[in-house]
């Protein structure tokens, strides 16, 4: 029988192990603890972690934050683990890599969590960086070519833009400069939270009334820079309202149009131009009017959809599967889709 050095077990095996596992395994001996801490390890954990197996779904209810399994093939909720967090009231905006960065409701601070690890991190600073307002803000979490994870957050006040950008690991902010066009500070505007891919972050820029403008706004991760970009054909009356994936590190968005009965479009983003990848059937009245938002995997061809309320509905498609893939948060929902990892929200 072979014997396994520590080095080959530790990036061969225990990087493709459950996050609870790695955290048991910190326990053997100090060796083990200081190898299952390095940056390298958390990073090729990470992207091993990626895969529909390790997803998980929580739920911020009045009393308690609960952690559930999905069930890839169907779409239901396994058992929940109730998941200790010294704060309840709080708004879920992006996740990346197992981190979640959200805001307390009652003091707007700005977090990052792992409800994994349960370790979180105030990202709010005496200067007044790091205060999140609702109907006002949007954030954006991403990772840079330093492996280095930063929270875009583009403020609306007094009727202009305040753009900052924190560093883990300087575990400080600082400001950047944002063009774009000024009538989207309007607080006639909506902005989405930021879908991050590839290196890219997305948001969507919407005027609140038929037939108002729509636009998607991208800023590159590495170069800090700002372009905007159409949005699919939509009509030019009634309803419609677009949300952005990442599927596969392309950039997707349903499109969802109507009111008594719903049309959803899947569109992919290629070279700046949207493609139509497929039209689902209608969906039948689900008294929400168009508000859904689809938050599920696509497993054996078919995609799940969530409204407000929480309800999952079946799409039928021709589509080959795909691995998986999640949503950025929940809109007017409490809870995210996140994958379980043992990052750090600090250094």
């Given amino acids: 029988m072979v014997d396994l050095s520590v080095e080959i077990i530790v990036s061969e095996i225990l990087t493709r192990v459950p996050a609870k596992v790695v955290g048991r395994s910190k326990c053997v001996c100090k060796e083990w603890c200081a190898l299952l801490s390095t940056q390298e390890f958390l990073r090729v954990h990470a992207n091993r972690s990626l895969n529909s197996s390790n997803q998980r779904i929580l739920f911020v209810g009045d009393h308690s934050i609960s952690v559930h399994p999905i069930n890839v093939q169907s779409g239901v ?5 109730i998941v200790s967090f010294p704060f309840n009231d709080i708004s879920i905006h992006s996740h990346l890599n197992g981190l979640l960065c959200l805001h307390l409701n009652n003091t707007s601070e ?41 929270v875009l957050h583009v403020k609306r006040r007094c009727r202009a833009f305040v753009v900052s950008i924190y560093s883990r690991k300087l575990d400080s902010w600082r400001n950047i400069h944002f ?10 505007f909506s902005w989405s939270t930021g879908t991050l891919c590839c290196d890219t972050l997305y948001f969507t820029v919407c005027e609140c009334y038929v037939g108002g403008k729509n636009v998607v706004i991208c800023f590159d991760v590495n170069s800090e820079e700002f372009k905007e970009i159409g949005f699919p054909p939509v009509p030019s009356t009634g309803f419609y309202y677009g949300e952005l994936i990442n599927v596969k590190n392309k950039l997707h968005m ?28 209608p969906v039948p009245p689900i008294s929400l009017s168009i508000w859904c938002n689809i938050n599920h995997f696509m497993t054996n061809g078919n995609w799940f959809m969530m409204t407000l309320r929480g309800k999952l509905y079946e799409i039928e498609t021709d589509e080959e599967p795909f691995e998986c893939f999640y949503h950025t948060h929940f809109r007017n929902f409490s809870g995210a889709m996140f994958v379980q990892t043992i990052v750090s929200p600090s250094l």
């Avoid at 909720?77 to 683990?81: F, V």
């Avoid at 063009?179 to 006639?188: A, D, F, L, Q, S």
């Fill in 77 to 81: 909720y396994g058992p929940s683990t």
């Fill in 179 to 188: 063009i774009t066009e000024p009538e989207y500070v309007n607080p006639t």
């Fill in 254 to 281: 349903f499109l969802s149009t109507g009111k008594n009965e719903i049309l959803i479009d899947l569109w992919m983003l290629e070279k700046e131009c949207w493609k139509k990848v497929f039209s689902c059937p």
């Fill in 110 to 150: 700005l977090l990052l969590w792992n409800p994994i690890t349960r370790a979180y991190k105030h990202l709010s600073k005496p200067d007044c960086h790091g205060f999140f307002e609702h109907n006002s803000d949007t954030i954006g979490l991403y990772m840079d070519a330093y492996d280095d994870y930063k």
